[in-house]
């Protein structure tokens, strides 16, 4: 089941997108704030985000902005005015479709199907190895149901890993993997440290690694399984 995310202050307006929604066979969630909007995307798994322009603490803008630091997650924007600047400020800010105000909860309901189908053929969202799960979109990593916190360093490192699954990768490759982009300066011990985190994070017995193995004299290999 696809699950919704409502981010819209005008209650009447969120009630109705919910229950045109929910009777189409969607689970959602509604927040009438970006606060509380920030919290159901951290807690629960969404697939497309409904995110009004103008909320009581913030701009639909900015929180679109800063979502796409971290997540491809579809959205949706509705805007009350039809500048067509905001609306070009908008999909810049990475909305991937915008709807002005008023407008019919049908319409409304082709778009979300329309992003979904586009998005759904996509890259995975999802990286899946023996019961180790990386939710791409969130950043977020898990072992079976549960949630294994790790740092935006120790997510690059471990997407690295499962992208490669089953391949010895060098220390340069790795390291010229997660850092280029960045051209960040990292010193040599960064990559056995984090390394180190991941395995008392992942492993059973962190002193004979099995998940993350070490070949020696070249690197290491993601071992979790298919
Ligand atoms: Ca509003």
């Given at each position: 089941m696809k699950t919704i995310l409502i981010l819209e202050d005008d209650e009447n307006l969120s009630r109705g997108i919910a229950f045109t929604f929910e009777r189409d066979g969607y689970h959602t969630f509604s927040a009438g704030n970006i606060k509380n909007g920030k919290r159901m995307l951290e807690q629960h798994k969404i697939d497309l985000i409904i995110l009004d322009l103008g909320l009581p603490d913030g701009n639909g803008i900015d929180f679109c902005k800063e979502i796409r630091t971290y997540s491809k997650i579809p959205i949706i924007m509705l805007t009350a005015c039809d500048l067509e600047t905001d609306e070009v400020s908008g999909l810049l800010a990475g909305a991937d479709d915008y709807i002005t105000k008023p407008f019919s909860l049908s319409i409304l309901r082709a778009r979300v199907e329309a992003l979904l189908r586009r998005t759904?053929?996509?890259?995975?969202?999802v990286m899946v190895s023996g019961k180790f799960r990386m939710n791409v979109d969130l950043c977020k990593f898990f072992r079976e149901n549960e949630e294994i916190p790790i740092s935006t360093t120790e997510y690059r490192l471990l997407s690295f890993l499962m992208i490669n699954a089953g391949q010895v990768l060098s220390k340069e490759q790795i390291l010229s993997s997660l850092w280029d982009n960045e051209g960040n300066f990292v010193d040599e011990n960064t990559l056995p440290v984090n390394i180190s985190r991941l395995r008392a994070k992942l492993e059973e017995d962190p002193k004979n690694?099995?998940?993350?193995?070490t070949v020696h004299g070249i690197g290491y290999i993601w071992n979790g399984g298919v």
């Open positions: 759904e053929d996509e890259s995975p969202h690694p099995q998940i993350i193995k």
